[in-house]
C-alpha cells in the first residue's frame, strides 16, 4: 500500500502562483496530478514516471511545470499564470509502471486533495 500526501493550494488571484507537492511513502511508476471540479469529469493535469515521460494536460501547457525527484519519492506541480478556469480540487494519483495513463481509473493509489481557488 502506498500513502499520498499532498501539500500546497489555496487561494490566488488570477495570474498568480501556486506550487503543489505531492510525496509517496514508497517509490511507485507513474504519478500524476488530477484535478476534478464541480459538474466537470477529472483531468489529468500532468503526470510523470520514474523513467522520466512527461506528460500535460493543453490546458496547461506553457503555465504548469511537473518537477519528480525519484530519491524523494515526491512530485512537485508549479503552476503560474493561473486562471479562474484552473479552480478545482488537485489529487494526486500514482500507480505501478513506467507510463501515466491518463484515466484516473487506472490508478491504484491517490492522495486527499488540495483545493486551488483562482479568483479576483
Known amino acids: 500500500q502506498v500513502q499520498l500526501v499532498e501539500s500546497g493550494g489555496g487561494s490566488v488571484q488570477p495570474g498568480g502562483s501556486l506550487r503543489l507537492s505531492c510525496t509517496a511513502s514508497?517509490?511507485?511508476?507513474?504519478m500524476s496530478w488530477f484535478r476534478h471540479a464541480p459538474g466537470k469529469d477529472h483531468e489529468q493535469v500532468a503526470g510523470?514516471?520514474?523513467?522520466?515521460?512527461?506528460t500535460y494536460a493543453d490546458s496547461v501547457k506553457g503555465r504548469f511545470t511537473i518537477s519528480r525527484d525519484n530519491a524523494k519519492n515526491n512530485l512537485d506541480l508549479q503552476m503560474n499564470m493561473l486562471k479562474p478556469e484552473d479552480t478545482a480540487m488537485y489529487s494526486c494519483a500514482a500507480t505501478v509502471g513506467a507510463w501515466c495513463p491518463l484515466r484516473l481509473s487506472d490508478y491504484v493509489y491517490w492522495g486527499q486533495g488540495t483545493q486551488v481557488t483562482v479568483s479576483s
Open positions: 510523470r514516471s520514474s523513467t522520466g515521460p512527461t
Open positions: 514508497a517509490s511507485i511508476g507513474c
